[in-house]
T-cell receptor, first 114, second 109 residues
Framework: SQKIEQNSEALNIQEGKTATLTCNYT??????LQWYRQDPGRGPVFLLL?????KEKRKERLKVTFDTTLKQSLFHITASQPADSATYLC?????????????FGTGTLLAVQP | NAGVTQTPKFQVLKTGQSMTLQCAQD?????MYWYRQDPGMGLRLIYY???????DKGEVPNGYNVSRLNKREFSLRLESAAPSQTSVYFC????????FGPGTRLTVT
């Protein structure tokens, strides 16, 4: 069966450390993988997108890797801050393009302690 | 630009009542989506519309209907609400990335 898995348990880290979140999938071959941030009571907000032929993508303190052989994406936040505390969702995009559905993971709650 | 707007923000219904959730986008995107989000279940797609005039079922369509009124507006209707439909509902649109509305928190008693 097709599955997307993110750490269901909350990730607690100390301010200043690097947070690493994992997204694993089975029986999918996505063209793109996207990461979103969701704060309590709000809709998800797009952060980063990585294509299947890209190994790594960076944006400020954020870094995403995409290993299509392992079927895994890692999402890193360096020099983490309490303001980074939120739920982070990964989403698979099978074909790319605006008319296709995204398939979302259930998210990982990140808590950054001051 | 407002992006994606949803109304209402909160709603309480009794079992069997009906209601329509409204969604509008000003991003000129063709595709629009309705999701529900429940604790531990993540975002589940109810219906989507790839373009004006078309709608398709998602993962959990039972108990819902949709209308793509025009390019900007996509509404979700609950004809006879059930307690299992208590959830937070998000409308979204997308270019390559997806843009979500602020959500509607619905409680069915």
């Amino acid at each position: 069966s097709q599955k997307i898995e993110q750490n269901s348990e909350a990730l607690n880290i100390q301010e200043g450390k690097t947070a690493t979140l994992t997204c694993n999938y089975t029986n999918y071959s996505p063209a793109y993988l996207q990461w979103y941030r969701q704060d309590p009571g709000r809709g998800p907000v797009f952060l980063l997108l990585i294509r299947e032929n890209e190994k790594e993508k960076r944006k400020e303190r954020l870094k995403v890797t995409f290993d299509t052989t392992l079927k895994q994406s890692l999402f890193h936040i360096t020099a983490s801050q309490p303001a980074d505390s939120a739920t982070y969702l990964c989403a698979l995009d099978m074909k790319g393009g605006a008319t296709n559905k995204l398939i979302f993971g259930t998210g990982t709650l990140l808590a950054v302690q001051p | 630009n407002a992006g994606v707007t949803q109304t209402p923000k909160f709603q309480v219904l009794k079992t069997g009542q009906s209601m329509t959730l409204q969604c509008a986008q000003d991003m000129n995107h063709n595709s629009m989506y309705w999701y529900r989000q429940d604790p531990g279940m993540g975002l589940r797609l109810i219906y989507y519309s790839a373009s004006e005039g078309t709608t398709d079922k998602g993962e959990v369509p039972n108990g819902y209907n949709v209308s793509r009124l025009n390019k900007r507006e996509f509404s979700l209707r609950l004809e006879s609400a059930a307690p299992s439909q208590t959830s937070v509902y998000f409308c979204a649109t997308r270019g390559l990335e997806q843009y979500f509305g602020p959500g509607t928190r619905l409680t069915v008693t």
